[in-house]
């Protein structure tokens, strides 16, 4: 199994409502990422959960919030989102320790439109 | 955050055609990783590199890690019409701990 499994695949919310994001990997890797990627654009990081550990932040704005219940899952909480915010948004993986650990696998993603 | 240089931004070749990308930096990268996505979806792996000189190959494809460490190409021989998508290069630039940085992306269209 090398998938990178996110829910739901299309997603439209209004301004004032709160949704979540999931995605599931099953391939032990102990490192996950939330990715968010405009048109025509390379995906742009927003987190890095490393051994269910929140490692990195790129100064994203405090409505998204992330979560790693565990090592297979990960969660985006959206809430007051700005029509902006309208994306592409990727969740990816990769292994921690071992020559290959750098080779990050994404999702499908889920297309994000914030009315 | 720092991006790689990524050349051509796009392509229209024929059918048959052979294509070639690449990425440049203006720091050492210690992995060089080559994407391909298509609309909608996530990005897919293609190839990964390891080390300087490295050379491997993937079906039609075929990419190198620069001797210098600061840049890579990805060669597509006989395009067919699946290989329009967009191809993105990524690398890390240490041991991986850091996060990937990506290339602008190069647009890829076949022309049957």
């Known amino acids: 199994d090398t998938e990178v499994t996110q829910t739901p695949k299309h997603l439209v919310m209004g301004m004032t409502n709160k949704k979540s994001l999931k995605c599931e990997q099953h391939m032990g890797h102990r490192a996950m990422y939330w990715y968010k990627q405009k048109a025509k654009k390379p995906p742009e990081l927003m987190f890095v959960?490393?051994?269910?550990?929140?490692?990195i932040n790129e100064s994203v704005p405090s409505r998204f919030s992330p979560e790693c219940p565990n090592s297979s899952l990960l969660n985006l909480h959206l809430h007051a989102l700005q029509p902006e915010d309208s994306a592409l948004y990727l969740c990816?993986?990769?292994?921690?320790?071992?020559?290959?650990?750098?080779?990050?696998?994404f999702g499908q993603g889920t297309r994000l439109t914030v009315v | 955050g720092q991006q790689l240089n990524q050349s051509p931004q796009s392509m229209f070749i024929q059918e048959g055609e052979d294509v070639s990308m690449n990425c440049t930096s203006s720091?050492?990268?210690?992995?060089w990783l080559w994407y391909k996505q298509d609309p909608g979806e996530g990005p897919v792996l293609l190839i990964a590199l390891y080390k300087a000189g490295e050379l491997t190959s993937n079906g039609r494809l075929t990419a190198q890690f620069g001797i210098t460490r600061k840049d890579s190409f990805l060669n597509i021989s006989a395009s067919i019409p699946s290989d329009v998508g967009i191809y993105f290069c990524?690398?890390?630039?240490?041991?991986?701990?850091?996060?990937?940085?990506f290339g602008k992306g190069t647009r890829l269209s076949v022309i049957a």
């Open positions: 990524a690398g890390h630039r240490n041991s991986g701990n850091t996060p990937l940085v």
């Open positions: 959960y490393s051994y269910e550990k929140l490692s």
């Open positions: 720091s050492i990268f210690n992995t």
């Open positions: 990816a993986s990769s292994p921690r320790g071992g020559t290959r650990n750098t080779e990050a696998f």
